[in-house]
Each structure stands twice: as structure tokens, then as C-alpha cells.
């Protein structure tokens, strides 16, 4: 895969070492840590949802890949901080800053601090068919239409 191009829109990023360039927190990690690109302390009150930005602007240019924002486990589990679109999909062709819908979705109030890890990025493969419209499909699949727990529960 070829590089993706990553811009930095905030200097902040570069010039303080707390907002080092996204970074795997380990060889093996999936992810990239998307760091609160925020200048103070951010208090997401319980409920509450907050678009933030990362200050970097990643191009992926080549449409059969795209990106994903995640949670971080450790603040959806233990603080309740998710995405407020619960899954952020990166387009190949987006340019702007990659931002990040925090949602607070517990019942307590969270301070966000700057340069926090707030979430994580990967880049995924994306097939991209086309589309042919059919009357009938080819053949009948074993599921039909079953869905929504047809197969039960246990
Ligand atoms: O968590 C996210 C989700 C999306 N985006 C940016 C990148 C993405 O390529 C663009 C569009 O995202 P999406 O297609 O989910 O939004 P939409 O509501 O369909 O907007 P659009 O009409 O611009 O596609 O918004 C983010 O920065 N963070
Ligand atoms: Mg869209």
C-alpha cells in the first residue's frame, strides 16, 4: 500500500512534544492514537457530545483503502468515551482535518485533557463493486432474508 499523506494543520503538533505526530502505542498495534488537538482542559459533561479536532488532515488518495476511527477501549469502557457517530468512516478523498465526534455517554462529567489519546485510526481495505440491479438473485441462500436473531439466541 502506498503511503498515506498526513498534514499538519496545528504547529502545536510539531512544536510541542506533547502532541507528538500520531504514533502505534506498540510495533504490533493496529491503531494510531488520535491526540486531542485542544489548548485547555475540556470538561464533556455527562451525555454530552463534542466534535474535536486532531489538527492533522490524513489523505489516503487510493479509493480501495479508507479509514476508521474507533473508540480506545480503556476510555469506552472505563469512562464511557465513545464516538458520538459511534464508527467514523474516512474517505479516501476527504482533505479537511480528521476530527473526532467525543461522546460522553457516561454518567459522569469527563475532562478531556490536551494531546489525550481520545481515540484511534486505522486504515482498512474497502472492495468497491459495482452495483447491478437484478430482479431475482442468483440463488437462494440458506438465510433468505432471516435476520435481526432468526438463528436465535443461544
Ligand atoms: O468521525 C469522523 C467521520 C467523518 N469524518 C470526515 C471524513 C469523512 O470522509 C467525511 C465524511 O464522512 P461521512 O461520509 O460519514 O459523513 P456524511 O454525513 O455522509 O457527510 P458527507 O456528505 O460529507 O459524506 O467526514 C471525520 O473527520 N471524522
Ligand atoms: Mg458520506
Not at 487510493?62 to 474517505?91: C, E, F, Q, T, W
Request: aromatic share 6%; charged share 20%.
Amino acid at each position: 500500500m502506498q503511503a498515506v499523506q498526513v498534514k499538519v494543520l496545528n504547529p502545536k503538533l510539531t512544536q510541542d512534544e506533547a502532541f507528538s505526530l500520531p504514533t502505534r502505542a506498540t510495533d504490533g498495534s493496529a491503531g494510531i492514537d488520535l491526540r486531542a488537538c485542544i489548548d485547555e482542559p475540556l470538561t464533556i459533561a455527562a451525555g454530552a457530545t463534542h466534535l474535536i479536532g486532531t489538527g492533522l488532515a490524513v489523505y489516503i488518495q487510493d479509493p480501495n483503502y479508507a479509514g476508521m476511527i474507533l473508540p480506545r477501549s480503556g476510555l469506552g469502557h472505563k469512562h464511557g468515551i465513545v464516538l458520538g457517530n459511534l464508527v467514523g468512516l474516512i474517505d479516501a478523498d476527504y482533505q479537511g482535518e480528521l476530527m473526532v465526534s467525543v461522546w460522553n455517554r457516561s454518567n459522569q462529567d469527563f475532562v478531556l485533557q490536551p494531546a489525550e489519546r481520545m481515540a484511534q485510526y486505522i486504515v482498512v481495505p474497502v472492495a468497491r463493486p459495482e452495483f447491478e440491479v437484478v430482479n431475482e438473485f442468483s440463488d437462494t441462500s440458506v438465510r433468505g432474508a432471516g435476520g435481526f436473531g432468526h438463528s436465535g439466541r443461544q
